[in-house]
């Protein structure tokens, strides 16, 4: 009587785990960002700023990326933006605009950059000879908020502007 009481609770319990393991999506691929990298971002007009570390390379005859974001000393009036600025970030290889949207890369601790780990995704571009660091264009769009809000126009203005990517201290 056990037995049976125990697998009319165990079994529905047990059920959405192993439906769950066979829907869940593939583990994310990840490597270590390190020289092969090209270098982008921008900064605040209150100080600090973006920095991000991209790398195509061919996997399976597509063009794949490997990406991670860090930040540099920030101030408080720009701390929660990064988010938002990393959302319209745009990549470009080869001159053939290929990502928009940063949020797949993997946001490092602050002042980091070689040595932690970059998210990687497959793209359906088809890889072309010359896909390297060095044909990697990193894009963001100047972007003005005031206390925090893009578009609103009272209160304290900070703006991002694309640029050489900041040096850490």
Same mark, same amino acid.
């Given at each position: 009587?056990?037995?049976?009481?125990?697998?009319?609770?165990?079994?529905?319990?047990?059920?959405?785990?192993?439906?769950?393991?066979?829907?869940?999506?593939?583990?994310?691929?990840?490597?270590?960002?390190? $020289?092969?990298?090209?270098?982008?971002?921008?900064?605040?007009?209150?100080?600090?700023?973006?920095?991000?570390?991209?790398? $195509?390379?061919?996997?399976?005859?597509?063009?794949?990326?490997?990406?991670?974001?860090?930040?540099?000393?920030?101030?408080?009036?720009?701390?929660?933006?990064?988010?938002?600025?990393?959302?319209?970030?745009?990549?470009?290889?080869?001159?053939?605009?290929?990502?928009?949207?940063?949020?797949?890369?993997?946001?490092?601790?602050?002042?980091?950059?070689?040595?932690?780990?970059?998210?990687?995704?497959?793209?359906?571009?088809?890889?072309?000879?010359?896909?390297?660091?060095?044909?990697?264009?990193?894009?963001? $769009?100047?972007?003005?908020?005031?206390?925090?809000?893009?578009?609103?126009?009272?209160?304290?203005?900070?703006?991002?502007?694309?640029?050489?990517?900041?040096?850490?201290?």
């Amino acid at each position: 009587m056990f037995g049976r009481i125990a697998r009319r609770a165990f079994l529905p319990a047990l059920l959405p785990a192993l439906i769950g393991a066979l829907f869940a999506a593939p583990a994310a691929q990840a490597e270590q960002v390190g $020289p092969g990298y090209a270098v982008g971002g921008g900064n605040w007009s209150t100080g600090g700023g973006i920095k991000v570390y991209v790398r $195509p390379y061919e996997r399976g005859g597509r063009l794949a990326v490997c990406g991670a974001w860090t930040t540099t000393q920030q101030a408080a009036a720009s701390h929660f933006l990064n988010e938002q600025v990393i959302e319209t970030g745009v990549l470009y290889v080869g001159g053939n605009r290929i990502l928009t949207n940063f949020r797949f890369m993997n946001r490092l601790p602050e002042n980091t950059g070689p040595g932690g780990y970059a998210n990687c995704i497959v793209t359906s571009e088809p890889w072309q000879p010359g896909y390297g660091p060095e044909a990697v264009e990193i894009r963001f $769009p100047r972007m003005v908020f005031y206390d925090g809000f893009p578009g609103r126009h009272d209160g304290r203005k900070v703006v991002f502007r694309q640029g050489v990517a900041p040096a850490f201290n």
